[in-house]
């Protein structure tokens, strides 16, 4: 069967400096994202035990436990992606276009994720996601790793909000955190993401008034969804 695994960091620990400091990035990558992993692998080997035996008793909480550590080993993986040394400034192309059409501008889509992250009750995350439904980008607020979450969404950029994210060096100041990461940003990677996902078909059609070649938001304005790069089913 096969195991999840812990991805490197395309680059050193200390390269995303001063805005996350090395000492953030060694335990959050070699310890917490390594804790996800594990768990992850244990849970499916005792979901494993629990089937041969027909011992279903505990299933809820193996559940449970599953969904917490995969969804964390998903997350973090992409977070580290999402970064880069070199990164910040704004997306370009059929990105940016598609943030200002569901978003009204970057500014509002900057100020809108920022929020979700920053007003996080306890431990969780903000992220930007393609509701492959509706055909738009959208946010949404997750808490834990797996919680309050939307069916149907494929993440493209993970803001992390737990506190081993920034408390070493930002101490009570998370929102500075949440400013800092801004230099951060891999668009790129956002944008590979994007294309990628823009090609996900849910087979869902008749949920939404986008495919009917309605508008979502109403009279008067049709917004377009973009359409699947070529070459992909
Ligand atoms: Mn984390």
Same mark, same amino acid.
């Given at each position: 069967?096969s ?10 620990? &200390? ?15 070699? $310890?917490?994202?390594?804790? +996800?992993v594990?768990k992850? /692998? ?11 035996? *027909? ?10 436990? @599953?969904?917490?550590? @995969? ?25 940016? /276009? ?6 009204? *501008? ?10 979700? #992250?920053g007003?996080?009750? =306890? *431990? =969780? ?11 738009r ?14 069916? =149907?969404?494929?993440?493209? @950029?993970?803001?992390? #909000?737990?506190?081993h #994210?920034?408390?070493?060096? +930002? ?14 940003? /891999? ?8 294309? *990628? ?7 869902? /059609? &008749? ?5 009917? &070649?309605?508008?979502a938001?109403?009279? &008067? $304005?049709?917004?377009?969804?973009p359409?699947?790069?070529? =070459?992909?089913?």
């Open positions: 069967m195991k999840y695994t812990l991805p490197d960091l395309e680059y050193d620990f &200390g390269a995303l400096e001063p805005h996350i400091s090395g000492q953030i990035m060694q335990l959050h990558h070699d $310890k917490h994202h390594a804790a +996800y594990k992850a /692998n244990e849970t499916l080997e005792k979901l494993d035990e629990a089937r041969d035996k *027909s011992d279903f008793t505990r299933i809820g909480g193996l559940e449970k436990a @599953l969904a917490f550590n @995969l969804s964390g080993h998903v997350l973090h993986s992409l977070f580290w992606r999402n970064m880069t040394p070199k990164g910040g400034g704004r997306p370009k192309g059929e990105l940016a /276009n598609a943030i200002t059409r569901d978003f009204g *501008s970057f500014d509002g889509f900057q100020k809108q994720i920022t929020e979700v #992250a007003t996080i009750m =306890g *431990s =969780g995350w903000g992220a930007l996601v393609w509701d492959a439904t509706s055909s980008l959208m946010t949404v607020q997750i808490h834990d790793h797996h919680s309050h979450t939307v069916q =149907g969404v494929v993440p493209l @950029l993970v803001v992390d #909000a737990w506190e #994210a920034w408390y070493l060096q +930002y101490l009570n100041e998370k929102t500075k955190f949440f400013d800092a990461i801004w230099n951060l940003w /891999n668009w790129d990677d956002v944008a590979a993401r994007f294309a *990628s996902a823009r090609a996900l078909d849910l087979g869902l /059609n &008749g949920v939404t008034d986008r495919a009917n &070649g309605g508008d938001k109403g009279a &008067g $304005k049709t917004r377009q969804a359409q699947p790069p070529a =070459g992909r089913a």
